[in-house]
Structure formats: structure tokens, C-alpha cells
């Protein structure tokens, strides 16, 4: 079993940047595809970014490009999720998941461990 608990969410103005951070605890998340979802009020989960084990592809959603990004660091068994020039409709509850082993499409349905998530709000 993998335990995943995100931190770093808050509430920030448009325009601003926030950290988030999944640590994981109880194996090692090194052979694991990590991914960041988020939800918002009355709307689905959706992929934000995912990464692979050894972090040499990374998948994101359209209208985050060139705003987030998605990182790991093995050694600390933690990934982060750079997020900079945030907007309101970035707001949502964010969620850190693992997948062990490859898949061709990442969705909420294919992985197997989340986190309970971390609430971000963009004050506009």
C-alpha cells in the first residue's frame, strides 16, 4: 500500500504561484507513474499533469501548458506541482495519485492510489 498526503495548498491571488507537494509513504513510488488531478465545484476530476517513473515524459492538460509543472524527486519519494501565473479557474480541490505500472492513457479510473487532496483557491 502507498499513503499519499498533499501539501501546500492555500489561497493566493490571480497572477501568483503556489507549490504543492505528495509525500509518499510505505514503498517506494520510484517505479510508480505520479500524477496531479484536481476537481472543482460540479465538475468532474481531471488530469492535470502525470510523470513517469524515471520522469522523462510528462503528460498535462491544455490550458495548464507553460504554467505548471510536475516534478519528482525519488531519493525524498515526493513529487511536486509547480504552479505559476494561477487563474480562478485553477481553483479546485488538487489530488496526488500513483500508478503502478504503465498505462497508454492516464484517467482518475487507472490509478491506483490517491491522496484526500489539497484545496486551492485563486482569488481573482
Known amino acids: 500500500q502507498v499513503q499519499l498526503v498533499e501539501s501546500g495548498g492555500g489561497l493566493v491571488q490571480a497572477g501568483g504561484s503556489l507549490r504543492l507537494s505528495c509525500a509518499a509513504s510505505g514503498r517506494t513510488i520510484r517505479d510508480y507513474i505520479m500524477a496531479w488531478f484536481r476537481q472543482a465545484p460540479e465538475k468532474e476530476r481531471e488530469l492535470v499533469l502525470a510523470?513517469?517513473?524515471?520522469?522523462?515524459?510528462?503528460f498535462y492538460e491544455d490550458s495548464v501548458k507553460g504554467r505548471f509543472t510536475i516534478s519528482r524527486d525519488n531519493t525524498k519519494n515526493t513529487v511536486y506541482l509547480q504552479m505559476n501565473n494561477l487563474k480562478p479557474e485553477d481553483t479546485a480541490v488538487y489530488y496526488c495519485?500513483?500508478?503502478?505500472?504503465?498505462?497508454?492513457?492516464?484517467?482518475?479510473?487507472?490509478?491506483?492510489?490517491w491522496g484526500k487532496g489539497t484545496l486551492v483557491t485563486v482569488a481573482s
Open positions: 510523470i513517469t517513473s524515471n520522469g522523462d515524459r510528462t
Open positions: 495519485a500513483a500508478r503502478d505500472g504503465y498505462v497508454a492513457v492516464i484517467t482518475a479510473r487507472v490509478m491506483n492510489y
